[in-house]
T-cell receptor, first 113, second 109 residues
């Protein structure tokens, strides 16, 4: 059974640019969540999508957005990148309700220079 | 105040030791309690989850939840060098997963 796949694994972008990250959930999982992980703040919830609808949103600025497609694959976009956006971005998928926990991908390491 | 507090460590123990990892939380609405393990350059991996107060055992791992004290623990028996990782507690309600900051554990031979 394939796990959660995130692409790309590593990314280097310049301040002011925008970036799109991709996540393919486990087959049959319809919920996809995104998290930002930094050494100082730990894992912080960005947003969650279910059946192509954003169901929950964390406390991040509007520069962070996402979407989910009909096959449950999800993308997140960050516009006007700032140095502080450098982080590991993790995607997690789950059944609904997520009684059995969330399965994470290996993440995309974004570096903004 | 953060909803979930976790001692960041690091914790360094000899092989074979019993390890105790702990988290406290403030929101009584949390329903599910989980422990994740994260190796360097990897995503978190679910170790255990539990719903009710009490103990749940899985091999060398025991998860303990005390809802009255808003306190959860993970015990690792006979710790191995391969257990060296960051351990994150997590709790969920309304489909949002809230993590502790993680405790870095090193088990030396």
């Amino acid at each position: 059974k394939a796990g959660v796949t995130q692409t790309p694994r590593y990314l280097i972008k310049t301040r002011g640019q925008q970036v799109t990250l991709s996540c393919s959930p486990i087959s049959g999982h319809r919920s996809v969540s995104w998290y930002q992980q930094t050494p100082g703040q730990g894992l912080q919830f960005l947003f969650e999508y279910f059946s192509e609808t954003q169901r929950n949103k964390g406390n991040f600025p509007g520069r962070f957005s996402g979407r989910q497609f009909s096959n449950s694959r999800s993308e997140m976009n960050v516009s006007t990148l700032e140095l502080g956006d450098s982080a590991l971005y993790l995607c997690a998928s789950s059944q609904d309700p997520p009684n059995y926990g969330y399965t994470f991908g290996s993440g995309t390491r974004l570096t903004v220079v | 105040q953060k909803e979930v507090e976790q001692d960041p460590g690091p914790l360094s123990v000899p092989e074979g030791a019993i390890v105790s990892l702990n988290c406290t939380y403030s929101n009584s609405a949390f329903q599910y309690f989980m422990w994740y393990r994260q190796y360097s350059r990897k995503g978190p991996e679910l170790l255990m989850y539990t719903y009710s107060s009490g103990n749940k055992e899985d091999g060398r791992f025991t998860a303990q939840v005390d809802k009255s004290s808003k306190y959860i623990s993970l015990f690792i028996r006979d710790s191995q060098p391969s257990d060296s990782a960051t351990y994150l507690c997590a709790m969920t309600y309304t489909d949002k997963l809230i993590f502790g900051t993680g405790t870095r554990l090193q088990v030396f031979p």
